[in-house]
């Protein structure tokens, strides 16, 4: 079992950037998949960004070109760096994993119920 714990949620103006992490424990993270999702109020929850088996990042179309998806193996962490943020970007945030099957990660991508661990979630605010 892996435990995930995010930061780096905050405040922001429109056009600036935060990074968020994801620090993974209690397991060895090269063994799961990761992926970001992100709640507004009155919303679903909605992926993000997720990493594929072979390290190639993925993301929904709505933050494409301004966020980035990227691992330390070594820290047992991952990284959400969001740039030109937009008051549509204001959310929950949470860092999610699934493990790994016969070390794919396909079958996760922005699918919410193919994750099977969350973290306890980061707020991110977007001001004009």
């Known amino acids: 079992q892996v435990q995930l714990v995010e930061s780096g949620g905050g405040s922001v103006q429109a056009g600036g950037s935060l990074r968020l992490s994801c620090l993974a424990s209690?397991?060895?993270?090269?063994?799961?998949?990761m992926a970001w999702f992100r709640q507004a109020p009155g919303k679903e929850r909605e992926g993000v960004a997720h990493v594929n088996s072979d390290g190639t990042p993925n993301y929904a179309d709505s933050v494409k070109g301004r966020f980035t998806i990227s691992q330390d193996n070594a820290k047992s962490s991952n990284y959400l760096q969001m740039n030109s943020l937009k008051p549509e970007d204001t959310a929950m945030y949470y860092c999610?994993?699934?493990?790994?099957?016969?070390?794919?990660?396909?079958?996760?991508?922005?699918?919410?119920?193919?994750?099977?661990?969350w973290g306890q979630g980061t707020q991110i605010t977007v001001s004009t």
């Open positions: 999610a994993s699934k493990r790994k099957v016969l070390g794919s990660c396909i079958g996760g991508g922005l699918t919410l119920s193919a994750y099977s661990y």
């Open positions: 209690g397991d060895t993270y090269g063994a799961y998949c």
